[in-house]
């Protein structure tokens, strides 16, 4: 066999631009691994690919992680062999193969399934990454978290109360609500009303009503002017997704009023190295060995049904995380 399937996109839009093609299956190059995929993660950032919101290069293949199975490697690879079990990041996971560089993979762990490391990886390490680098989040804390019940949002809650925060939790419904209770949220906020309700709730759970020490927004647009006003003097806004569209251009000048700080923060900036990537890979798949980190998979598509998937995500229907089984 030397083709493999792959979910491409040869012009960007909506999901009638996702094809099933038949592409190359490629050799391991010189510390490359190559890996036969068993999962892959479906994201935010897949579709913003689609969109057009993030430009590449066409024929693009989409998908940011996954797990599987080391098929073969390259030369100078020693840390791998064929046979083992193995999660990884990077462009083109939605293919039956994939080439991984080193710095990009690791070992799943003794008891992890293949399904759920290929459905933490990415939003675990972005919540992971953020608690720690964006804002390091201390014990004491108060901070507020959009969209609590999408996969992102339940890692973040989790962790957060895990680090010794408290959390104030947003989503769109009562149910969604309910869920981020179960996964750790102190205080419950629907944000359907509008700002000026939601942005009065937030303040009433904070401490004289000064406001959050730090935000984490994977919304964007329609969450971000009352960002800026749930936040605390000398806060944090961490601005991390575009659910509802991207934030408009403001003025920076803006931030002065309350010197807060504002991020823009994307995951592979914080893990460009191996040694970094090994890091908080490790760190992160130990919360899920001590039970502080619960995995919420919301439903597991086979590739065919890749546009469905893709419906499911932007129509905010989902809670937890959705896994292509490849």
């Known amino acids: 066999m030397s083709t493999q399937k792959a979910i491409q996109i040869s012009k960007t839009g909506g999901t009638e631009v996702l094809e099933i093609n038949q592409i190359p299956i490629p050799k391991p190059q010189p510390g490359q691994i190559l890996v036969k995929a068993a999962y892959a993660g479906v994201n935010f950032i897949d579709t913003y690919f689609r969109s057009g919101l993030y ?14 199975t080391v098929e073969a490697v390259g030369a100078g690879v020693t840390k791998y062999i064929p046979g083992e079990q193995v999660v990884y990041y990077g462009t083109g996971s939605y293919t039956e193969y994939i080439n991984v560089p080193e710095k990009a993979i690791s070992h799943i762990p003794e008891g992890l399934k293949l399904e759920d490391a290929a459905a933490i990886l990415i939003q675990g390490l972005t919540a992971l990454t953020m608690l720690r680098e964006s804002y390091e989040v201390k014990k ?6 959009h969209a609590a019940a999408g996969g992102t949002g339940l890692v973040l809650v989790q962790l957060a109360k895990a680090l010794g925060a408290t959390v104030i939790a947003t989503a769109s419904s009562a149910e969604k609500l309910e869920i981020a209770k179960q996964h750790g949220a102190d205080h419950l906020v629907n944000y359907s ?9 937030v303040l009433g759970y904070t401490k004289d009503g000064e406001g959050v020490e730090a935000v984490f927004d994977g919304v964007g647009k329609a969450t971000f002017e009352g960002d800026l006003k749930v936040t605390k003097r000398k806060g944090s806004v961490v601005s991390f997704g575009n659910a509802s569209g991207a934030v408009n251009p403001f003025n920076i000048g803006r931030l002065g009023d309350k010197n807060l700080k504002l991020l823009r923060p994307r995951l592979f900036g914080y893990v460009a190295t191996r040694e970094e990537f090994d890091h908080y890979t490790q760190e992160l798949f130990g919360y899920l060995k001590n039970g502080q980190l619960k995995l919420n998979i919301h439903k ?3 590739l065919e049904d890749i546009v469905q998937a893709h419906k499911d995500l932007e129509g905010r229907v989902t809670t937890g995380k959705l896994v292509l089984k490849i």
């Open 140 to 145: 004491g804390d108060t901070i507020l978290i």
């Open 193 to 201: 009303g509008g700002e000026d309700e939601w942005v009065k709730e």
């Open 300 to 302: 597991i598509y086979p």
């Open 55 to 68: 430009p590449v290069q066409l024929p693009f293949t989409l998908g940011s992680e996954g797990s599987g």
